[in-house]
């Protein structure tokens, strides 16, 4: 019996079996088998990198062990339309929580693979991560949002700059004249004499310019374009942008808003609460997990907004006249350049707005953000 030809057969069988083995083990991308219960078969090393388990533990596990709550059952209806032969494959952003809770997000690719009886063998997964790539893509919105409103009121900033350097010079003009007549005045006065009135005279330039200075960004703050803003939305979409660090952190955000709507420039409300929630999940304590509460009341013609955690705190003794000043920061060992605060505070009292913190340490702290209603 001639069975060169069955020979073949089985040496292209061999050959393609070690084609998909090498291009399954070796992918920079991960690759999983997936029975269709929901157990992993198979692996790659690239799905053991990035979330953190090994092959045997995944092995041990349901597909929807690691899979982030929100994500599972998503595609369950692209599924069912794989296994009715209604569609070939899918693509889905799905996210995974890895071994050290970290939020992974991934671009998943499934196809069915069937056995000689046309029944479903197991799935095909291809997982690409794309957290680094969502990262940077919410940076840049956050960044455009900012940008759009500062294009916005660009050319009113001008004008207004403009005729405050009319100001400036005006106030500076006369001391500047003084100054330079004393120097000039050698044998009227001593070189004590002068020197003691120059310094008298550039005092009060000084302290113009640092006032004009005041006065130019409050004024340029006030003109800056009021909305309708959304609370509720502006704090789901900061959550969303912290969203890892928070699953990470096993925080939880309770929000209890009695205002819902509040007229204020959005870029300023937004960076606001931006900045206490971070600070919040930032300096949380270790040993237990973390709660922030966010309230709105109205109280008359002001809106108060609070934001509580069960964190840190600060010792108020020693550093509660410094809260707020450039380059104070009161826990070591923490990423923080003393200025997330400073910022808050001017952007708040810029449009007649108050801001007050009350903490205890290893208790946690309260701000209490109070601004005009408009």
């Not at 041990?60 to 369950?76: E, K, L, R, V």
Request: proline letters at 2%.
């Amino acid at each position: 019996m001639d069975i060169t030809e069955l020979k073949n057969v089985e040496e292209e069988l061999r050959q393609a079996k070690e084609t998909f083995a090498n291009s399954f083990n070796y992918s920079g991308i991960g690759k999983a088998l997936i029975a269709p219960g929901g157990r992993w078969l198979e692996v790659n090393n690239t799905v053991c990198e990035l979330t953190g388990y090994t092959k045997n533990e995944l092995y041990d596990m349901h597909y929807n062990d690691i899979t982030y709550p929100d994500d599972i059952g998503i595609d369950i209806s692209l599924i069912q339309q794989l296994l009715a032969k209604q569609i070939l494959s899918y693509s889905i952003t799905k996210r995974y929580v890895t071994k050290d809770r970290n939020v992974l997000t991934t671009v998943i690719t499934v196809t069915l693979v069937r056995d000689g009886n046309d029944q479903p063998l197991y799935f095909v997964c291809d997982i690409l991560d794309e957290t680094a790539k969502k990262s940077i893509t919410d940076e840049l919105l956050h960044k455009n949002q900012e940008l759009e409103t500062a294009a916005v009121n660009l050319l009113s900033k001008i004008s207004q700059l403009e005729d405050l350097n009319h100001i400036i010079a005006h106030n500076l003009r006369g001391p500047a004249s003084s100054i330079k007549m004393l120097s000039s005045q050698s044998e009227v006065f001593s070189n004590e004499e002068a020197l003691e009135m120059i310094h008298a005279s550039s005092t009060s330039p000084l302290e113009n310019l640092d006032t004009m200075v005041e006065i130019a960004r409050i004024k340029l703050d006030k003109e800056v374009t009021f909305d309708n803003c959304n609370v509720t939305a502006i704090i789901n979409n900061i959550t969303a942008q912290l969203q890892g660090v928070i699953y990470q952190k096993d925080a939880r955000i309770s929000i209890n808003l009695r205002v819902k709507q509040i007229s204020y420039p959005q870029i300023y409300l937004e960076s606001i609460l931006y900045n206490l929630i971070s600070n919040s999940i930032k300096y949380r304590r270790e040993d237990v997990p973390l709660i922030i509460e966010i309230t709105t009341v109205g109280a008359g013609d002001r809106i108060v907004i609070s934001l509580k955690d069960n964190g840190l705190g600060i010792n108020m003794e020693k550093y509660g006249t410094r809260i707020f000043k450039l380059n104070q920061t009161f826990h070591h060992g923490y990423d923080s350049k003393g200025v997330g605060l400073l910022i808050t505070k001017t952007q708040i009292e810029s449009l007649g707005g108050t801001i007050e913190v009350r903490s205890k340490l290893n208790q946690g702290s309260e701000f209490i953000v109070t601004i005009l209603k408009r």
